[in-house]
């Protein structure tokens, strides 16, 4: 296996130590990563410093160089699809839908435009809001979606004319270690740097003095860590955590489509997405169909190692991801809902689980409280719209959510009264380069994507004429 090494101003950097990583479908480690050191993360921090000043300066430059980058992972998915689903466990197909899209996002970014208003233009004055790099970003990554989350935040940081310090999760850092040494040839030394290490690197980054912005992914708990140390001196976070999001079937929905697409929506990625649904609500006349129709995908779903052909959910990526969806499952069992299909984790090396429906189960247990993040999904019972939603909106999440109705309009209206970043309706997890992504409450502060998540990398800065 290739030893990836950082990128720190342009070269490939080895680290002074280094930390094992483990293939998550044979619970084996098979490869090494870097771990940075204090002084290899000053040196990243510095030349991300010295890189701005000429970066800065030339939009032209700035695009030209996006558009390469993203020429470059769109090339190279094929290639980099075995190294990412080796260290994160999804199917091949999508590690290389992947990195593709994570390409596809520099591209988009590329041509996106820099908002400059001119807000008064008179015989007194002209007053001109432009947007203005922040400096140097420290990105900090998770491990569902190791690289298009790191392109979420390197093409419109680098847009914007920030250079960047990201490191990837301990527990997949090879593609993001592998895509910096690949961008060194397409991007000015320094404007982005990767690093890798141990969870206690990230809080090392957090709290240096040279980066201006935190860009985090991660857990709802790391993300109040992060922005506890951003705090103090003043660094700009944008913190997108988890989520909870609920699916709310009204009574006219037909069972046969609505459940295949909540299967795919809450079971892509084993369920390993911030905004996959994690909760359905249905009500008591579509209940046992929709079950049903929920289960029979799940039992078709081929559940194996991630370069198997026709797997369709890998493994969890990690061993506590793992049990802590197990626990919730058995907290649920004992606590009298029903597995409809699945119901534990699968014995022996990986670290697979068997795709779960659950029955049963309401809000009050933990499964439908919290986020499960992994391959089971409650469906619980509701007697009315209004009370469906209450609940839906009951939690200290609110990433997305969504309704689901033969009646588009009834089901917009619906949907309206959720309290979250993104209200779908008759879809989940539609997302785009400009579209505008963020959650309520603990799933984030600020919004990534589109001219919105632009706005997030810049300050705003007046220019004020007075006419003489
Ligand atoms: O996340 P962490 P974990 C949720 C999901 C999962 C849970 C735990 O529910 O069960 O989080 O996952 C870095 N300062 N999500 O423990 O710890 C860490 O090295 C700065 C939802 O892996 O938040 C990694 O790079 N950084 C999520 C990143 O933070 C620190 C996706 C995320 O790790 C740090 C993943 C610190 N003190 C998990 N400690 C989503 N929003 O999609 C760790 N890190």
């Known amino acids: 296996m290739t030893q990836y090494g950082m990128t720190i101003g342009g070269e490939s950097v080895k680290g002074e130590g280094a930390f094992d990583v483990v293939n998550p479908a ?3 480690v098979y490869a090494q990563a870097p771990d940075c050191s204090a002084e290899q993360l000053d040196a990243a ?59 596809y996002w520099l591209k988009h970014h590329a041509d996106m435009a820099i908002p400059h208003d001119v807000i008064r233009d008179d015989a007194a004055a002209r007053v001109e809001v432009v947007r203005r790099p922040m400096g140097v970003v420290a990105a900090i990554t998770p491990w569902n979606f190791p690289l298009m989350l790191a392109c979420w935040k390197i093409a419109p940081a680098l847009l914007a004319g920030n250079t960047m310090v990201l490191k990837p999760s301990p527990y997949t850092p ?21 690093v890798s290490g141990r969870d206690p690197l990230g809080a090392r980054m ?25 705090a103090d001196d003043l660094k700009r976070v944008t913190l997108e955590l988890g989520g909870n999001d609920p699916a709310i079937v009204l009574p006219d929905a037909d069972p046969a489509v609505v ?14 997405i911030c905004s996959a649904v994690k909760r359905v609500y249905v009500p008591d006349n579509l209940h046992d169909e929709l ?6 995908c799940a039992r078709e779903a081929k559940v194996g190692d991630g370069t198997v052909e026709g797997v369709r ?22 606590r009298g809902a029903t597995a409809v299909t699945g119901g534990k984790a699968v014995d022996g090396p990986g670290y697979f689980h068997e795709p779960t429906i659950i029955a049963g189960a309401s809000d009050g247990f933990a499964i439908v409280d919290e986020e499960q993040f992994g391959p089971a999904l409650p469906i619980v019972r509701y007697a009315s719209v209004e009370e469906a939603v209450e609940r839906a909106n009951g939690t200290h999440f609110g990433l997305g959510g969504s309704v689901w109705s033969a009646d588009e309009d009834r089901a917009y209206e619906v949907a309206s009264s959720l309290e979250c970043g993104t209200a779908w309706v008759n879809t989940h997890l539609a997302l ?21 998540g632009l706005e997030g990398f810049t300050e705003v800065q007046v220019r004020h004429r007075a006419k003489l």
């Open 45 to 103: 921090f510095e030349s991300a410093r010295t890189a701005y000043r000429g970066w800065k300066d030339d939009l032209a430059a700035r695009r030209a160089a996006l558009h390469a980058a993203g020429d470059l992972l769109m090339a190279k998915a094929q290639e980099l699809a075995p190294v990412l689903t080796a260290e994160q466990g999804k199917p091949l197909g999508e590690a290389a839908a992947e990195v593709f899209g994570a390409g």
């Open 313 to 334: 959910l890998g493994p969890l990526n990690n061993a506590p991801q793992r049990d802590r969806v197990a626990e919730l499952v058995a907290d649920a069992l004992a």
């Open 174 to 194: 090879l593609t993001t270690l592998a895509v910096g040494e690949l961008l060194a040839d397409v991007l000015p030394s320094g404007v982005l740097n990767v």
């Open 432 to 452: 785009h380069p400009g579209q505008p992504f963020g959650g309520f409450g603990w799933s984030g502060v600020g919004t990534e994507n589109g001219p919105w």
């Open 259 to 272: 459940g295949p697409k909540l299967f795919d929506q809450a079971f892509l990625n084993n369920g390993q």
């Open 26 to 28: 044979t619970g084996q």
């Open 206 to 230: 957090t709290a240096h003095p040279v980066p201006r912005k935190v860009s985090f992914t991660g857990s709802v708990a790391t993300g109040k860590r992060v922005a506890a140390s951003a």
């Open 291 to 296: 079950v049903e129709a929920i289960a029979a």
